[in-house]
Every structure is written in structure tokens, then in C-alpha cells.
């Protein structure tokens, strides 16, 4: 008998246990490889990303359901409420009030300036930009003041393996890419390798989940994704996820 009343309170803690749980949808980007990118089986996002929001969303007792999608989709999908948040985005003014932001980003990565390994340049900086051409990428986030600056010709593309194509080929000066995602491409785009190297930097910038105000959830959902990447980084789990991110890139 005693081990009946046993087991129906351990079912009924497992059920309550269940009542309780939580799953929040967020989108994430997916072509944005090694942070987050769509597996090659299309199941789901992958990346070091998506482990530190699953992660920290699980020490919170929350559950995550990833919605793998274009970039400007999954902003769309956020400003809209159709998920909870989007991440990467990084924090512009442009964006500023759009969206609720927990206080410390997911990680920080570099935005880096590229061109041709023949043009001879470096050390470049956003003010030797003026009287240049320069390609980006539609639906991504960069600084205002590079975007609005009337001197710099700009180039816009779908994708930053365009980006690297067109360089690669000359057809414009400069091309903007995060250092790490970049140098991926690079290295698996034929004959990309050898013709584009980094000659200069723009910044070093933080990146976040941008959460829904249209959502119901969202600024809950924002303090409570803070509370678990403090858990993370206070657990040394963060630091691991990062080493084990660093090493399978081999850095």
C-alpha cells in the first residue's frame, strides 16, 4: 500500500510539475551560421545562439520552440507579436523603442570591413568609407550614421554570400560582415578563399533577443531570459558553451 500512495504522489508531483512548464516561441535566423543557422535536415535552428537561449531559458523552467527564419521575417515576427522575440539583433536607434531588451547581450561579434586581397588596403576605419562603394546586406542592422552618411555609395544584396561575390569580383570596394560568420563563408564559397581578407573594423557590438511588445509575454519573457543568462554565466555553464563553440571552429 505504501508504495501505491508513493507512487500516486509522484505522479500527481509529475503532473503538476507538467501544469506548470512553459513554451515560448522565438524566432531565430537562419543563415547566420556559426551563431544560429538552419540544420542541414531543416529541423531546427543550431549555433551557439540557440544553445545559450535554450539554455538559459531552461534554468527558468521555460521551454523553447524555435521558429528558424530569414532575418527581417524574424523581426517582422517580433515587432508583430507572431513570437515572443527574434534574435540576432543588435540595438540601434532606430530600433531602440521598438522592441523590450534585456540588459546583457547573448555575445558580441565584430563587424568587420573586407575587400579584395589585392586592393592593398587596411587598417580602414568607417571614415575611409566616404567616396567609396560599399555592400551590405537587405534586412540586416548597422550603424545609423553609416547608413544615412550621404558620401558612402552603398551596395545592397540578399545575402552575405553575395557580399563576398561581389568583392571577390571587384564590383564594389567594401563589403560589411561579422568577422567569425564571415570568415566561414569565406572559407566555403569556391574560389572566395585567397581573394578576401579583413582590412578594417566598424565595431565591436553586442547582440540580443529582441522581445515583442506586441506580444503579450514579451517584457515578462525579456526579464525572465535575463535571470537565466546570469544563472548561466554565474553557473560557469556559459563558459563552457563558449569553449566548446570555440572549439569546434578551432580557435
Request: charged share 20%; hydrophobic share 45%.
Amino acid at each position: 500500500m505504501r508504495w501505491l500512495i508513493a507512487a500516486l504522489i509522484a505522479s500527481t508531483g509529475m503532473l503538476a510539475a507538467s501544469a506548470l512548464s512553459e513554451t515560448v516561441r522565438i524566432a531565430a535566423e537562419d543563415d547566420w551560421a556559426p551563431y544560429s543557422s538552419i540544420k542541414a535536415d531543416k529541423s531546427g535552428p543550431e549555433g551557439f545562439a540557440v544553445d545559450i537561449v535554450r539554455e538559459a531559458f531552461k534554468t527558468q523552467g521555460v521551454d523553447v520552440e524555435f521558429v528558424a527564419v530569414p532575418f527581417a521575417r524574424c523581426l517582422h515576427y517580433a515587432e508583430t507579436g507572431v513570437t515572443a522575440g527574434c534574435f540576432n539583433a543588435t540595438i540601434i536607434e532606430g530600433n531602440r523603442d521598438t522592441f523590450h531588451w534585456h540588459p546583457t547581450p547573448l555575445f558580441s561579434e565584430e563587424l568587420a570591413i573586407f575587400s579584395h586581397a589585392q586592393a592593398g588596403e587596411s587598417a580602414v576605419t568607417m571614415a575611409d568609407l566616404e567616396g567609396r562603394t560599399v555592400g551590405y546586406t537587405l534586412g540586416y542592422t548597422y550603424p545609423t550614421e553609416l547608413m544615412e552618411d550621404p558620401k558612402i555609395t552603398r551596395f545592397a544584396t540578399t545575402s552575405d554570400d553575395q557580399l563576398i561575390q561581389m568583392v571577390a569580383a571587384r564590383r564594389v570596394d567594401f563589403v560589411l560582415l561579422n568577422e567569425m560568420p564571415g570568415y566561414l563563408r569565406i572559407s566555403r564559397i569556391p574560389g572566395a578563399a585567397g581573394k578576401v581578407r579583413k582590412v578594417g573594423t566598424i565595431s565591436m557590438d553586442g547582440f540580443w533577443i529582441a522581445f515583442s511588445k506586441a506580444h503579450p509575454d514579451g517584457e515578462r519573457l525579456s526579464a525572465t531570459f535575463e535571470a537565466g543568462l546570469q544563472s548561466l554565466k554565474n553557473s560557469g555553464r556559459y563558459a563552457e558553451l563558449e569553449a566548446g563553440f570555440r572549439g569546434k571552429l578551432g580557435l
